[in-house]
């Protein structure tokens, strides 16, 4: 009796490795798959900016250009002085970031 169940067990455990070497099989071949896929499809570059949606429209953006740019060119037109120019300049760059959040970030 002893002998049957012995090479009962042995004949249970031999289909069971020879099912898990099976099931390895298909797992390798399915990951060696998945990565040819992915090695061939083509990718989008990543264009996130780190947040859900950015913090400025496009329309704000091109309006903080435009009026920058504009005020410049008055400075410029305006002043004959060459150090007085760069100083406005300068201070139009250095204090316009902190007038966008002011005007722009009330939320």
Known sequence: MSKERAARRAARQAEQERDRAARERRATRRAARR?????LTPRLPDRRTGRLYPRRTRTQRTAIAVVAVVVVVLIWLNFSDL???IAL???????????????LDRR
């Open 35 to 39: 990565r040819v896929v992915r090695r």
């Open 83 to 85: 150090a007085t120019r």
């Open 89 to 103: 300049t300068a201070l139009v760059a250095l204090a316009s970031p902190a007038l966008i959040v002011l005007t």
